[in-house]
């Protein structure tokens, strides 16, 4: 933390700082993004954008969640309300 007050207390928005606003604000945005892209640098995502296809619609997506729903609730009552030797267990 003693680092981070030096940087600040040592940077142009503190040591000179401008007396027009616009140069001000610029200023100080350069800093604190200088400042605090040393301990937490700024990361980027890549987005794969897929082509839309005419056939697929909300219908079609709605029915998708409502079955991989029932699947799980499916999956847990045949889990937890069979008997082992069904199971193989």
């Known amino acids: 933390m003693d680092d981070f007050s030096d940087e600040l207390l040592n940077s142009q928005l503190i040591t000179d700082p401008s ?3 616009d140069t001000l604000v610029n200023q100080y945005n350069d800093s604190l993004k200088c400042l605090l892209d040393k301990p937490a640098p700024m990361k980027t995502e890549t987005f794969v ?3 839309i296809v005419p056939w697929y619609n909300l219908a ?3 029915a998708k969640r409502e079955k991989r729903a029932n ?3 499916m999956e847990y009552v045949w889990t937890y309300y069979t008997p082992t030797y069904v199971l193989g267990g």
């Open 60 to 62: 079609i997506e709605t």
């Open 49 to 51: 954008q897929r082509a």
């Open 19 to 21: 007396e027009i606003l």
């Open 71 to 73: 699947g799980t609730i």
